[in-house]
């Protein structure tokens, strides 16, 4: 499989015209709102991805199109799924040919959705444009990553963000519990190209072939996503800040 990196992380977050993060940690940059399912979001540019904090202005909207083949499987449906308990729902992989991806996925048996024509538009009224391609197995404990492909060109993309990213901090991992662990796993690895780096009675950690970024499957009572660990290369000491329903893990450099 091709090329893929974490690109961001979605959080629920009810009213987030209100929200800052504790001691404006992550500074929040003004996204815009995505029509389609009637969300809006602000986001935090770290050194290796971002963290999109997003939250439902029409919800009449985003009820509506979970109900069709691609709203349930889209970013936000989780939030409907949850009945809006606020968290992390899913996080997006970066890919440079969403098109030969669906390609590559298809011929592997499995179910995609998309490519999807994707934009939102900010107070200016500049429009930022990228394309979604979804897993469609429905068979899964923990809903799973989706992919992403922007349409601008990806050194004009990373020239543009440069003087917003907070290069501190580094996504180092995603940690989440699943009911049926192994059951996951066989999916992520099927669906991803994912390696198994370590594993023990609890806890499976996968790794994508070109990201260094891993991913923490423990047991747990309920399945979702439950943390992320983020590099610090600012602070001396660990510190854990826990978030609307996600705990956001700080570690020293």
Do not use: C
């Not at 510190?239 to 570690?251: K, P, V």
């Amino acid at each position: 499989m091709q090329y893929l990196k974490l690109d961001h992380i979605i959080h629920y977050i009810h009213q987030l015209e209100n929200f800052k993060f504790p001691g404006h940690l992550l500074t929040l940059n003004q996204g815009g709102q995505h029509e389609r399912f009637g969300t809006f979001n602000r986001l935090a540019y770290l050194e290796n991805a971002y963290v999109e904090l997003l939250d439902v202005y029409k919800p009449e909207v985003l009820q509506k199109i979970v109900k069709s083949d691609e709203g349930r499987v889209s970013f936000p449906s989780k939030i409907v799924q949850d009945q809006y308990s606020q968290g992390m729902k899913t996080l997006a992989l970066s890919t440079a040919d969403i098109n030969q991806l669906k390609e590559d996925l298809e011929e592997k048996g499995i179910d995609v959705i998309g490519p999807i024509e994707m934009h939102r538009e900010n107070i200016k009224g500049d429009k930022t444009s990228w394309k979604l391609l979804y897993i469609a197995d429905p068979d899964y404990r923990v809903k799973p990553p989706f992919f992403i492909q922007w349409d601008e060109n990806e050194q004009k993309r990373n020239e543009k963000l440069e003087a917003l990213r907070q290069k501190e901090f580094m996504i180092k991992s995603i940690n989440l519990h699943s009911t049926e662990r192994a059951h996951t796993v066989k999916k992520w690895q099927h669906w991803f190209d994912m390696d198994i780096v370590s594993e023990d009675e609890k806890v499976t950690i996968l790794k994508l072939k070109h990201d260094d970024l891993i991913f923490k499957i423990s047991d747990g009572p309920n399945s979702g996503y439950k943390s992320i660990t983020i590099k610090d290369s600012k602070t001396i000491s660990p510190y854990t800040l826990i978030i609307r329903g996600l705990s956001y893990i700080f570690e020293a450099d």
